[in-house]
């Protein structure tokens, strides 16, 4: 039997442009960048970390 992995939708709601430089690399590096734009990640301490950095930009959907 499969273990399910738990997982975080991310939506980007707002623009990086004007933002400090390591906003724009977290973006970038949880595969956003681009308005309306949706990633899965897995739900661990590291991503919401990064959620949180940048929790002015991101909003995180329900499954």
């Not at 690399?25 to 681009?34: Q, T, W």
């Not at 309306?36 to 897995?42: A, D, G, K």
Request: charge should be positive; charged fraction near 30%; hydrophobic fraction near 40%.
């Amino acid at each position: 039997m499969a273990k399910e992995k738990k997982v975080v939708r991310v939506k980007q709601v707002r623009s990086g442009i004007g933002r400090p430089l390591k906003h724009k690399i977290i973006l970038k590096s949880m595969g956003l960048g681009k308005m309306n734009r949706v990633v899965e990640l897995p739900d661990t301490p590291e991503t919401w970390g990064m959620i949180h950095k940048i929790s002015h930009l991101v909003e995180v959907q329900e499954q």
